[in-house]
């Protein structure tokens, strides 16, 4: 049976590596868990400290307390050492000896289940008359049906009930990742947390006080079957925690840096609780978490193996019971709270960008926590529970981790926070900032940016782009030498940009100048938006019943370019043949007649800068511009000395399937701004990035030439680290599963067959895909269209519904995932969009019939 | 001798308590060690793991390594156990050994010292002949001359040096904060640093190879003497770490644990190394650790007592010699990048507020770190080495945190990162958001707010406030109604803020048209400033040979106000009885006339918004306008309904000695904006709070009429969680010493005396002092007043010798402190700041009399 130990080496580690890789199934999460009564993951500082005395005592506390007819339900994930370990069994034996000591009169069923036991561990348990039932058997593991239950009491009146299961048990008493390797039985992480959610529905229905128990194996950071944490595995649930500290000498460090692990992975624990070991470990610990976490303190545990603990069980009774106490007020705490928070963010909260009219209390989405791209919502209904939830609105397309990076990205800005807090940028150097500036200008500056400006969002790294821009176009066009010399008054000149209508460049005055009239920029909205542009209406690229059409501006209708705007796949789009195509030169000659210098005002108007989103316009409407035009447009621009501004704020960072979308319109700006998805989606953080020349505009003898513009945390050290690891994460093929290996490229994330066929929908009026980004614009009536159109809405509740979070931009509707998300996810979640696309259809024809 | 334990018992609680109240001394740090040489802290992730055993191996390593005649200097801060299980003792029999062994040709001087023994050590190590010397001990420590030393092998040519310490040594077995307690020898954490820093300059001198060890006891986060945990009392060296992880069952879950406990505290661990024993833990601690950190295996250790471990020592020679050698490596790296970051932060940084020209590379500040209000600091000379330096900018004004704060909310950030990362704010609701927005209208927000609009910046918070300001200004002047309904036209109507000359909004466009024109708003800066206002001229105060003195703007110079405006003390300048002073009508009637519709213009300007900086203006050279002059004009504008925006940016949050600034002009705004110290320093996030009617002022049936501004991280969970956990520490006296209790005010941090006589110094213009700001202004000839003024710059150089970073403003230098810092700290700083002002001027004056 079994192989050469040095073989069965060898074999292990192969089969390690194997399930690392598939130990996620990356499907689109369903799990939830009920909030209908309390349920808590008991946690220990190591192994061995007596956490499955705790979980008993707990149980007794909670079945002996009124009402009688109490449930509790005790759950053990993983055991190893089964049959002989198995703390279940000790569970279900032990209770009902307490039981019947406490209040002999009372009732109790108690059962027993163990639901997968690797061959060797049954083997031990059924003994000679096991007979391998191979053809049951998956992954090494069987369920061999081993049930038992026993009823304790006369009988007479409804009982307490106790259900104790382990879902997963090894043979041999070691980590679970060892036992795995060893009996060949493996378990995925998606497997141990389906059947975990399964159990944990148990109770939900009963009458009396229930109360759940999730027992975790040796340490918060012992490896489960599949060699991931198990403080990593279970995080989705984030359930709250009880925590078995150490009371040994050594134990007070252990238990606090326990309590670390499972906080910097979000976890709230409850209480710490701790054998007695005379060393008085409670009062460092209750001085560290200062108060807010209760400490208790449990008796000396007999070390003889054959005493039956129900003395020391008798002398533990008022401690577990307070700690009983302390899990269940504040199980009803939280209750309150969640109950409490939409009323009291509506009464509170000032939302950006929301009509407060329009979102009643019902409305208002409790998030309870994210675990990668997926939001933990609270759901009132049946009972209450916390459910998972794609966030496909990518939290206003900030958002990049995956579960993995968040919990790196979450320790790397706790060490960093912890190193620098925030430190003076301006003349000082350290590793975070500079770390960030090298991997930029590596990345998506290479080949043209030679230096980095940090500031705090969007916003404000466009007006210091813009800043930049004019000063540079001063310097080359002589105004600059002319002004200094008094040559030229200042209020002589006006500086404009070039910019595209449906273009969005930020919220500040200065972005919102540098962009066309829009819904954003109505005198309600910015008494002083004056529009500081000369906006260019640019040619659109959408998909239509299945092709690829680019649908020019009016007044470049006089062209006759038809053979040139349909394209079977957006590959044909974005090639770089279409140079010599008719319509290149019809967008040439248009851009000329667009720049050509205004005249009847009373100063003299320079284009003083170009201002583009490469390729999608997202808060236009996820508008795809022809990237043939954008290339025209930066070289006519260049020709002019017009420096180049690239709006990468929404499209950088793999956004669009590319690092910078600079690479699918093959050319380069001369400044480019980057936010949001830079730092993983954690916290703010933007970069100007600039070639040397800008930057030798404002070199000079006096301060007053220098660029004096500048945040408070400019650079600061968190955002920087989390800009670093989540740069280097996204474009790893190592850690980011969709990276094309030597292609710099993310694979195609959107079935492309499904999004064909969408584009055929008979709601649809267009629909765009790229990278990251799936979205669609609803067919309504002109006076619905726009910014303002509640079309969607509808249709967005049933996706809610579906688990996937999406936000209208008006009647366009999109699906944004991060960077290294499944392909199987978007698909389902395409999928899922679809069908609902369907009844949406179905309900607009009902409702025009209706009128 | 001893007493009975129950009182024992009492009697040390009560000590335990006085510790912790005074385990700092609170003086202005002046650590620092050395960069000659390799130091190393040697960590274990339990007790009993082989920490010393570790420390042995590489100190043989080292001092067997070429060349021979290296030193190596090991270094026990805390040992408990003492003589017994004194660990350098250990260290200074076993490394000869091992020398003779492999090396038995080799020459080596071995010492052993201990500095500080407790009475009852003490007594076991000297046994019989021992008579209590109580003269030389204090705190229960004596240094008994415990020294000893050898010499090995021939003594011909110079040998190896080995040097063993411990710092402090106490009897039992057990933590050193109960052995503190039990033997009444107690040393507070700034005596253990100042020692340990004597004895790491030991070998800075020496011409071959050093390496120093310093090994701590027990766990990474056992607590030392005065109970704090020693992750925490060494975090001001921050040392880089060797992690002694646990081989054992539970091994793995404990040192990922250790190692996490170090990061979120700011370390870098070099190595993890640990025992074998047959459970391959380095498996999954390499996939954890991404194999970014090496993880050694040692041969297991023998259990027998009796065994003299030589061979040990052989076979895990190689393992040591690695370990060595990874150690070196990554000192080298440290070094050299220590050394290219000024080089390649001038390269490639684009600073902010910088000439660059101006900063030549040798004046480039390369900070490794911080810990509370200081800076760790590179300086290249003398072998190079890390300096602490007290952070006197505030790190730009933005920095709270003492050290026991920063790594709390390293904490809490990391916690929240993991828990939400980033998540959708707009019709959501989440917990930090949630609390956050509570404690802000608790807090600065009391009485009046009762909204929060979030946001990233100051610049951003004021560019919303003046959204909302305008449209309430419409609202209440009819004018929304008539636009609505076409009685007016947009185009006819130019609002317009009421704001004081000298003030400073940020740096977006919106923000600085809300400023008077100043060296930021040049057509160079920003061509696109318009300067939007009526600007008014302020009176200004501040204290000038010892008085406190109001000038009046020259527009009131007409009105006779001499006998109101000079006061003895600050208070008087705040009184509110002032309300009735002559001075009083004048600024009302000066306010009046200002505000008078101005005529002329294309357009009908109106003041839609008044803005103010409450008591000082920050950028504009910390100005403290008259506080009633500002109560005077909020007044008059509330009468003209115009909307009161207080720009609490830099004034928030305890900067004035308050929560809210307002508190000092007794007046309350209907918007008012938050950010900087918010978060307690640690990154972006601001907040716009604002009264019920100004949100009403948005309330309609469109999404149009909503405010349409929000920058992509709004209101994000981690600034959210930092500004909960600042908020409420800062104005807690159990966590902040300086609050008042029941006075919800800082008590007085800069002596008021010195700031007196500072005030009559011949270099002073002018100083103004007020909750944590120091300001002066420098006497200047007028040609070099002002922001582009560099007359600071040799002043400065000098303050930062003295362990003082500061910035200046052209002529005004200040030092800024956070809320938590002691007066002590303060009173060292005005010191150091008033000694080196009579350098300055003795210099200034040999300059005068050179021309």
């Known amino acids: 049976m079994f192989q050469h130990p040095s073989l069965l080496f060898t074999h292990s580690r192969h089969f390690l590596r194997r399930r690392r890789r598939c130990h996620r199934r990356r499907l689109l999460s369903t799990l939830s868990h009920t909030l209908s009564h309390p349920i808590y993951t008991v946690w220990a500082a190591n192994t061995g400290l007596g956490k499955t005395l705790v979980s008993a005592g707990i149980a007794a506390s909670s079945i002996l307390s009124s009402p009688p007819h109490s449930k509790l339900v005790y759950i053990k994930p993983l055991q190893t050492g089964f049959p002989e370990d198995s703390d279940s069994d000790f569970i279900y034996r032990k209770i009902p000896q307490i039981l019947h000591r406490r209040s002999p009169q009372s009732t109790l069923i108690a059962s027993n289940q163990t639901l997968n036991v690797s061959i060797p561990a049954a083997r031990v348990k059924i003994g000679n008359n096991f007979s391998e039932v191979s053809g049951s058997c998956k992954n090494g593991f069987g369920d061999f049906g081993f049930y038992e239950e026993m009823k304790v009491g006369d009988g007479v009146g409804v009982g307490s009930e106790l259900i104790c299961k382990t879902i997963f048990a090894w043979k041999e008493a070691i980590s679970p990742h060892l036992a795995t390797e060893r009996e060949y039985a493996f378990v995925g992480d998606d497997d141990v947390l389906a059947l975990l959610q399964k159990c944990l529905e148990t109770g939900v229905e009963s009458d009396g006080g229930v109360l759940s128990l999730v027992e975790t194996s040796g340490g918060v950071a012992s490896p489960g079957s599949s060699g991931s944490l198990q403080c990593d595995l279970y995080r989705p649930f984030r359930l709250p925690s009880i925590l078995v500290g150490d009371g040994r000498l050594g134990g007070i460090s252990g238990t606090i840096s326990a309590y670390e692990s499972l906080t910097i992975r979000g976890y709230d624990v409850v209480a710490v609780v701790l054998e007695d070991h005379g060393l008085e470990n409670e009062v460092p610990l209750l001085s560290y978490l200062r108060n807010r976490v209760p400490v208790l303190v449990l008796p000396s545990i007999p070390k003889d193996p054959l005493d039956d603990l129900m003395e020391w069980f008798d002398e533990s009774q008022s401690v577990f019971h307070l700690l009983k106490g302390i899990m269940l007020s504040s199980y009803k705490k939280q209750l309150d709270r969640l109950h409490e928070m939409p009323r009291k ?62 919990i790196k990205l979450a320790r790397e800005m706790g060490y960093t926070a912890a190193r620098f807090g925030h430190v003076m940028f301006p003349e000082n150097v350290y590793e975070p900032a500079l770390e960030c500036a090298e991997l930029l200008l590596e990345g998506v500056g290479k080949g043209w940016a030679s230096r980095v400006y940090f500031s705090d969002n969007g916003s404000t790294a466009i007006e210091i782009a813009l800043k930049m821009a004019f000063r540079k176009f001063l310097a080359d066009n002589k105004l600059l030498l002319d002004l200094s010399q008094h040559n030229t008054d200042e209020s002589s000149i006006e500086l404009k940009v070039v910019a595209l209508t449906g273009s969005y460049h930020g919220d500040t005055l200065g972005a919102m100048d540098a962009q066309a009239p829009s819904p954003y920029t109505g005198f309600l909205q910015q008494p002083w938006y004056t529009g500081r542009g000369f906006f260019l209406d640019p040619p659109f690229v959408s998909m239509c019943n299945g092709a690829w059409k680019i649908v020019v501006p009016k007044k470049m209708n006089y062209v006759d370019v038809k053979e040139d705007t349909s394209f079977n796949s957006r590959d044909q789009v974005f090639n770089k043949s279409r140079d010599d195509s008719n319509l290149s030169s019809a967008y040439s000659t248009y851009i000329s007649q667009e720049l050509l210098p205004s005249s009847g005002s009373r100063k003299f108007s320079h284009a003083g800068a170009l201002i583009i989103e490469p390729v999608i316009q997202g808060a236009g409407g996820m508008l795809m511009v022809d990237p043939l035009f954008q290339r025209i447009l930066v070289k006519e621009c260049k020709n002019r000395k017009i420096p180049v501004i690239f709006d990468e704020v929404f499209t950088g960072y793999w956004r669009l399937g590319v690092e910078s979308a600079a690479q699918l319109i093959f050319c380069q700006p001369d400044i480019a701004c980057f936010a949001k998805l830079m730092t993983g989606g954690m916290i703010p953080l933007a ?88 979205a669609l614009e609803l067919k309504v009536e002109d006076h619905d269209a726009g910014y303002a159109s509640l079309c969607g809405t509808s249709l967005l509740l049933k996706l809610r519904e579906d688990g996937i979070y999406m936000r209208p931009l008006g009647n366009v509707i999109y699906m944004m995932c991060g960077p290294c998300t499944s392909p199987q996810v978007c698909l389902q979640m395409l999928e899922t969009l679809n069908n609902r696309l369907d009844g949406f259809r179905q309900e607009k024809i009902q409702k025009t019939h209706e009128v």
């Not at 960008?353 to 019902?362: A, D, I, R, Y």
């Not at 990668?372 to 794609?390: C, L, P, R, T, W």
Request: hydrophobic share 40%; glycine share 6%; charged share 15%.
């Open 345 to 406: 963010a509506q009464e509170i909260f000032w939302w950006p960008f929301t009509q407060h009219k329009l979102v009643p209390q019902e409305k208002v989405t409790v998030i309870d926590s994210r675990c990668g791209e997926n939001f933990a919502v609270h759901k009132m209904k049946d009972h209450g529970y916390i459910s998972q939830m794609f966030d496909a609105c990518a939290s206003w397309w900030t958002q990049g981790p995956n579960a993995a990076l968040q």
């Open 687 to 774: 970069a100007t990035l600039a070639t040397n020349d800008v930057f030798e505009s404002f070199v000079g003898d006096s301060k007053l030439n220098a660029l004096l513009h500048g945040h408070s945390y400019s650079a600061h050290a968190v955002g920087c680290a989390a800009a670093c690891n989540s740069v280097k994460w996204f474009k790893d093929s190592q850690t980011n599963p969709n990276i094309i290996p030597g292609q710099n490229l993310l694979t195609e994330l959107w079935d492309a067959e499904l999004v064909r066929k969408i584009s055929f929908h008979p709601a649809v009026q267009r629909v765009v895909s790229l990278g990251t980004l799936f």
